[in-house]
Nanobody, 118 residues
Framework: QVQLVESGGGLVQAGGSLRLSCVAS????????MGWYRQAPGKQRDLVAT???????NYADSVKGRFTISRDNAKNTVYLQMNSLKPEDTAVYYC????????????WGQGTQVTVSS
């Protein structure tokens, strides 16, 4: 089992920045990829960014150039630096972890609210 706890959400004006953190605990040795997803009211949960244990990253087109995902394997923590925030970035942001074994297990955090005012 893997537990994920997010922090760092809040209210920010458009153009501002926030940094989200997600700390993993439990069977952290089994984690391969970690990532961030977001869900706005009435919409599906969408990928924001992912990063593998080796550091390979993937971003949604809507956040490329503004958001940066990083990972500290020693601290079992993944970060999401969000710059140039827009009102359309408003959503609940969820941390995600996928294990390396087969079939993979997927774990989710409880989510943290990010609100960007115009």
């Amino acid at each position: 089992q893997v537990q994920l706890v997010e922090s760092g959400g809040g209210l920010v004006q458009a153009g501002g920045s926030l940094r989200l953190s997600c700390v993993a605990s439990g069977s952290v040795f089994s984690i391969n990829a970690m990532g961030w997803y977001r869900q706005a009211p009435g919409k599906q949960r969408d990928l924001v960014a992912t990063i593998t244990r080796g550091g390979n990253t993937n971003y949604a087109d809507s956040v490329k150039g503004r958001f940066t995902i990083s990972r500290d394997n020693a601290k079992n923590t993944v970060y999401l630096q969000m710059n140039s925030l827009k009102p359309e970035d408003t959503a609940v942001y969820y941390c995600n972890a996928v294990t390396s074994w087969y079939p993979p297990s997927v774990y989710w955090g409880q989510g943290t609210q990010v609100t960007v005012s115009s």
